[in-house]
């Protein structure tokens, strides 16, 4: 078997987005690992927060560094603990936070990361799936704790997250609305939203009021006119503005990085707390047991979600990367092994 590999990786945090394809070891596996040989990886925004440093108060990591933070693959060697898993299995993951490195020919991972593939997508688009399916899980039943009956909007919400955050509220019972493009209307309807504002035409801050819940999608720009939307006691997440004080803590961080979250988030909390309404900010996880409820899920309501249709290798890393940071993608740029 050959020993070397191709992997995508960086040697230093910088503002200019680019990494270099090396020949590196194909990684060992530990006893509660498996070596997946990836077919599929996604490239996210989140690949820029890691090249450029911002994300190096939640996740500091050493150099070189492998990118890339969600696959699809086969599993080719097992760890002696794993017992659920075997060799020939395609699996999908969202990498843990300290070991990333989906960009890469071969990777060992924890197996309490992965799970099973759904049955009805390809490796392309499984691996478009696990970090937003998490993200929605994790942000509708831990951040939001939302419970039936209540009301969730989501602006922005026609696009991949939307698609994936959509049937999971409404299996939890939840009241969905989300605004979007005209285009994505009847698959968001079909996939479970109860109403549905087409941006362009509609102005959410003029026709939504006392809403339970808002998972942000659209950043900073949209913070005061998501607030004023929501009732008193209700609850504000952002997949975008950035933590505040509640993210260090909950995260139990060391109490100089809770200091730096608290002043970096100062302004959205006081803002929110203005409104009697609790900001939340979300750094999604690793959680394999969670990907199974999520593959049910994406199973259950054939969800696919889009791909860019430009077709990417290793080799042309620097273009995808560029597309993600830059360009108008159709969807999750993949780079295909």
Same mark, same amino acid.
Request: aromatic share 8%.
């Given at each position: 078997?050959?020993?070397?590999?191709?992997?995508?990786?960086?040697?230093?945090?910088?503002?200019?987005?680019?990494?270099?394809?090396?020949?590196?070891? @194909?990684?060992?596996?530990?006893?509660?690992?498996?070596?997946?040989?990836?077919? %599929?990886?996604?490239?996210?925004?989140?690949?820029?927060?890691?090249?450029?440093?911002?994300?190096?108060?939640?996740?500091? +990591?050493?150099?070189?560094?492998?990118?890339?933070?969600? &696959?699809?693959?086969?599993?080719?060697?097992?760890?002696?603990?794993?017992?659920?898993?075997?060799?020939?299995?395609?699996?999908?993951?969202?990498?843990? =936070?300290?070991? #990333?490195?989906?960009?890469?020919?071969?990777?060992?991972?924890?197996?309490?990361?992965?799970?099973?593939?759904?049955?009805?997508?390809?490796?392309?688009?499984? %691996?478009?799936?696990?970090?937003? !399916?998490?993200?929605?899980? /994790?942000? &509708?039943?831990?951040?939001?704790? %939302?419970?039936? !009956?209540?009301?969730?909007?989501?602006?922005?919400?026609? !696009?991949?997250?939307?698609?994936? %955050?959509?049937?999971?509220?409404?299996?939890?019972?939840?009241?969905?609305?989300?605004?979007?493009?005209?285009?994505?209307?009847?698959?968001?309807?079909?996939?479970?939203?109860?109403? +549905?504002?087409? +941006?362009?035409?509609?102005? +959410?801050?003029?026709? &939504?009021?006392?809403?339970?819940?808002?998972?942000?999608?659209?950043?900073?720009?949209?913070?005061?006119?998501?607030?004023?939307? @929501?009732?008193?006691?209700?609850?504000?997440?952002? =997949?975008?503005?950035?933590?505040?004080?509640?993210?260090?803590?909950?995260?139990?961080?060391?109490?100089?990085?809770?200091?730096?979250?608290?002043?970096?988030?100062?302004?959205?909390?006081?803002?929110?707390?203005? /409104?009697?309404?609790?900001?939340?900010? #979300?750094?999604?996880?690793?959680?394999?047991?969670?990907?199974?409820? #999520?593959?049910?899920?994406?199973?259950?309501?054939?969800?696919?979600?889009?791909?860019?249709?430009?077709?990417?290798? @290793?080799?042309?890393?620097?273009?995808?990367?560029?597309?993600?940071?830059?360009?108008?993608?159709?969807?999750?740029?993949?780079?295909?092994?």
């Amino acid at each position: 078997m050959k020993t070397l590999m191709k992997a995508a990786q960086i040697t230093k945090y910088s503002k200019n987005i680019h990494a270099q394809v090396n020949d590196i070891p @194909i990684p060992k596996v530990d006893d509660n690992e498996v070596l997946v040989k990836v077919k %599929a990886a996604a490239i996210n925004p989140l690949e820029m927060l890691i090249v450029t440093g911002s994300v190096k108060l939640i996740q500091d +990591y050493e150099f070189p560094l492998t990118l890339g933070n969600e &696959l699809a693959g086969i599993i080719e060697k097992v760890g002696k603990n794993v017992t659920d898993f075997r060799v020939g299995d395609a699996i999908y993951t969202r990498l843990p =936070l300290e070991k #990333i490195g989906a960009l890469a020919q071969y990777v060992a991972i924890d197996a309490a990361a992965i799970a099973p593939m759904p049955k009805n997508l390809s490796y392309m688009e499984a %691996a478009a799936s696990a970090l937003v !399916g998490l993200t929605a899980y /994790q942000g &509708l039943h831990e951040e939001l704790e %939302a419970q039936p !009956g209540k009301s969730v909007f989501i602006p922005g919400g026609s !696009g991949s997250f939307g698609q994936m %955050a959509v049937p999971i509220a409404k299996a939890m019972g939840l009241n969905v609305i989300v605004s979007g493009n005209s285009a994505a209307r009847e698959r968001t309807l079909e996939i479970g939203a109860d109403q +549905y504002l087409d +941006y362009t035409t509609e102005h +959410y801050v003029d026709l &939504l009021s006392n809403v339970d819940f808002v998972i942000d999608t659209l950043g900073p720009k949209e913070f005061d006119n998501e607030l004023s939307i @929501i009732k008193p006691g209700g609850r504000l997440l952002s =997949l975008r503005t950035g933590p505040n004080k509640r993210f260090g803590k909950g995260r139990n961080f060391p109490w100089w990085k809770q200091k730096l979250f608290s002043l970096a988030g100062a302004k959205f909390d006081h803002k929110a707390k203005k /409104q009697d309404v609790e900001y939340h900010f #979300i750094f999604v996880r690793s959680d394999g047991a969670q990907l199974r409820k #999520i593959t049910k899920i994406i199973e259950k309501n054939n969800i696919i979600p889009p791909i860019h249709p430009t077709l990417f290798t @290793i080799d042309n890393i620097n273009e995808a990367l560029e597309l993600v940071a830059n360009g108008r993608p159709k969807g999750k740029v993949i780079i295909n092994f």
